[in-house]
């Protein structure tokens, strides 16, 4: 089975802004599948996925392109974009939603003007930038 790095090689080392998010859809899914997994040496508990934990690791990773998506940033994904989370503290994660998410949030930071938006927090990878924007949108709409 290939590790997180060996799927991840493909992947250029650049920000959210910058990447064709759909020629890389499965090297990214797979290696958050990988990173979720449940079982025999998975990271997290070994009944239950580890689907925050996984956003996190790729975050740490690469914090410019890597959203850290946890349930505030799902229940505002979920309002704004439609993507179809669940309204509890364990809203149906997915890889497949995961990727959904990424693609939301460039558009959105597109949407905005990259420049107005990396003004917010200069100095903060954009796609933590991002995360902690939707962070506060999903916690107040909670």
């Not at 998975?42 to 410019?64: E, N, R, S």
Request: overall charge negative; glycine content about 4%.
């Amino acid at each position: 089975m290939a590790s997180v790095q060996e799927r991840l090689e493909s992947v250029p080392p650049v920000c959210l802004r910058q990447i064709d998010l759909v020629s890389f859809h499965d090297p990214i899914t797979e290696a958050y599948e990988c990173l979720a997994a449940s079982g025999e040496g998975a990271l997290g508990d070994q009944a239950k996925k580890f689907h925050v934990g996984a956003t996190k690791i790729l975050h740490w990773i690469a914090p410019a392109l890597f959203l850290m998506l946890d349930s505030n940033v799902a229940s505002a994904f979920r309002k704004h974009h439609a993507v179809e989370f669940a309204n509890t503290t364990q809203p149906g994660y997915t890889a497949e939603k995961y990727f959904s998410c990424l693609k939301h949030a460039q558009a959105e930071i597109e949407a905005y003007g990259f420049e107005r938006f990396r003004r917010l927090e200069p100095a903060t990878p954009l796609a933590r930038l991002f995360d902690k924007v939707a962070w506060d949108v999903g916690k107040t709409e909670a």
